[in-house]
Structure formats: structure tokens, C-alpha cells
């Protein structure tokens, strides 16, 4: 089975500080993605990547960045957290050929005071 | 610009009753659809596609959704309910040639004992 691990389930985090959200996946898969989710919103694309060293903007990246050094590991980063990035963050993988379908780890749940 | 909607955000059934979760798409263009499934606490998984092969697609958990091309639906079906199905669904769908796939807002169901 596909296995995607997010290091943190719960983090709690003061304003202003730097988080780091790390995800693993096994099955060298291509593509990775960042979601976020929120109550009433879904999921919503922070930031995805087809390969390794590259990465897609998604539908709100601003606040975000990403890193993706080696094809198994996608991370996110909070370069300077705020209060409205508290929230649940989903990363998920997929192999090509890209028919949609992803697989998601455990999520993170993030606190920003 | 291209959605999914999911009507009703919170859906509440008895055990042993029909469960209908509804799905509505924007495109007629035939795309690649998704029910996905996240117990409290954990990721979403997958629960069933459809890639343009049976119209009535059947899924984990004794869960089936028919694609109608001419309503641009894909609603979610479970002749009966059981407390263990309690969860939160997202339908999504992804179009031939785009690079992300869109999720709808999410549909919380619960079953009434």
C-alpha cells in the first residue's frame, strides 16, 4: 500500500515563527501536492510538484513555500507564521500517468498563537 | 471557471436508511471523478472513480456513485447506513488535460442511531 507520512500530526506555534511541515511518500510517485483545509472550504492547493527541485503555485500560495530536494520527500514551509494559517494541512502524492487520484497522509494540524 | 458543488454541507441519516450525498460538476466535458472519505482525525481516501469506463461505479464500504453526463452529476449512494459511515465526504474531479483536480466544499454525514 501507498504510504504518505506527515512528521507532525499537532503543532502549536507562536506568531512570527518559522514551521516546517515535512512529508514522505513510498512509492515513488511524481507528483506531490500541499492542501490545506478549512470548515466549509474543502481542500485548497497551496503548492504542488511534478519533479524533483520544481514546484507549481497553487490557488493560494501566498504565505507558503515548498521544497522538494529528493522525489520522496515534499515539504512546506511557514516562513513567518500567522494566526490565519492555523489550520489543517494534507499532503498527498500521485504516480503519472495523472488520472486525479492522489493519496494523502495522516494530516497536520496546525496552531498558530 | 470550472467547480464542484455539494449540496448540503451536513447530512444526517438513521442506521439502515438510504445515504445520498450529491455531487454537481460544472463542464460537460467527461472528466475524471472521485468520492473521497475522511474519518475525524485522519486523511481523506479514496472511496471510489470513475475514468470513463461503467457509468454505476461501486466503491469500499458497499458505497456506489453513477456518472450522468447529461445532469453533470456523480452522486454518492449507500442503500443502508451504518454507524461506522459517519464521516466527511468530498467529491472531486479532475478534467482531461488540467493539472489540479478540484475538490467540492465537503458533506458531513451522520447516522442516527
Known amino acids: 500500500d501507498v504510504k504518505v507520512t506527515q512528521s507532525s500530526r499537532y503543532l502549536v506555534k507562536r506568531t512570527g515563527e518559522k514551521v516546517f511541515l515535512e512529508c514522505v511518500q513510498d512509492?515513488?510517485?511524481?507528483?506531490m501536492f500541499w492542501y490545506r483545509q478549512d470548515p466549509g472550504l474543502g481542500l485548497r492547493l497551496i503548492y504542488f510538484?511534478?519533479?524533483?527541485?520544481?514546484?507549481e503555485k497553487g490557488d493560494i500560495p501566498e504565505g507558503y513555500s515548498v521544497s522538494r530536494e529528493k522525489k520522496e520527500r515534499f515539504s512546506l514551509i511557514l516562513e513567518s507564521a500567522s494566526t490565519n494559517q492555523t489550520s489543517m494541512y494534507l499532503c498527498?502524492?500521485?504516480?503519472?500517468?495523472?488520472?486525479?487520484?492522489?493519496?494523502f497522509g495522516e494530516g497536520s494540524r496546525l496552531t498558530v498563537l | 471557471a470550472q467547480s464542484v458543488t455539494q449540496l448540503g454541507s451536513h447530512v444526517s441519516v438513521s442506521e439502515g436508511a438510504l445515504v445520498l450525498l450529491r455531487c454537481n460538476y460544472s463542464?460537460?466535458?467527461?472528466?475524471?471523478l472521485f468520492w473521497y472519505v475522511q474519518y475525524p482525525n485522519q486523511g481523506l481516501q479514496l472511496l471510489l472513480k470513475?475514468?470513463?469506463?461503467?457509468?454505476l461505479v461501486k466503491g469500499i464500504n458497499g458505497f456506489e456513485a453513477e456518472f450522468k453526463k447529461s445532469e453533470t452529476s456523480f452522486h454518492l449512494t449507500k442503500p443502508s447506513a451504518h454507524m461506522s459511515d459517519a464521516a466527511e465526504y468530498f467529491c472531486?474531479?479532475?478534467?482531461?488535460?488540467?493539472?489540479?483536480?478540484?475538490f467540492g466544499s465537503g458533506t458531513r454525514l451522520s447516522i442516527r442511531p
Open positions: 498527498a502524492s500521485s504516480p503519472l500517468p495523472d488520472t486525479g487520484e492522489l493519496f
Open positions: 512509492m515513488d510517485h511524481e507528483n
Open positions: 510538484s511534478y519533479d524533483v527541485k520544481m514546484k
Open positions: 463542464s460537460s466535458v467527461p472528466p475524471y
Open positions: 470513475y475514468t470513463s469506463a461503467a457509468t
Open positions: 472531486a474531479v479532475k478534467w482531461r488535460g488540467a493539472s489540479k483536480i478540484i
